[in-house]
């Protein structure tokens, strides 16, 4: 019965309909129907005079906004300025992706940097059955490329993390990542 109630509340259009009307038509249970749609904030009901008339939200708001002028100029000052956030929420985005892009650059050419010179430090320090202690790795690469110990570990923990089929760790050893809650002190080459 509140989809009936409803579809004759949104027949009426900007005009609404009484609530005397609804009443006429759908009997006792109406009020209680029409609290419900309130509740939910399908309708909205307003005194019009003497009599009280029911709207759907939207038709209540387009209703307002033709035959009010103090909600007109309050909805088109509130559109002026949500267009204006909208814009500028725009422009911020598209900062943000061209700011974004510029370090991930710089982090992706890091990457291979070290990486190129890990592998290169890895080779040097590697025994005869390829493991190296990354103690003298950092040693080398902490010289040459001027970074600290902590740097130094972070990166190389990373890289051997992304690149599980390239690299083997052993535990062991007074220095070195940890993993798992080991200090893996031995990389090799697979």
Known sequence: MSERVLERIVSAGLNGIKKAELKKTFGKNCDYILQNLVDAEQIFVEK?????????????????SQN???CKIVLNMAMGKSRSVAKGNEYANNIGDRANKIPQQNV???ESDFKAEFDKRL?????????????????????????????FYSMAAELVERHKER???SSGGQEGIIMRGLVHGYVRNI
């Open 48 to 64: 019009k005079g003497v009599a009280y008339f029911v709207w759907t939200r939207d038709n209540y708001i387009s209703y307002l």
């Open 68 to 70: 009010d002028p103090k």
């Open 108 to 110: 992706a050419g890091q």
């Open 123 to 151: 080779t040097e320090s590697s025994t005869s059955i390829g493991w190296a202690p990354f103690s003298d790795i950092r040693k080398k690469i902490c010289d040459s490329k001027k970074i600290s110990p902590e740097n």
């Open 167 to 169: 690299y083997e760790v």
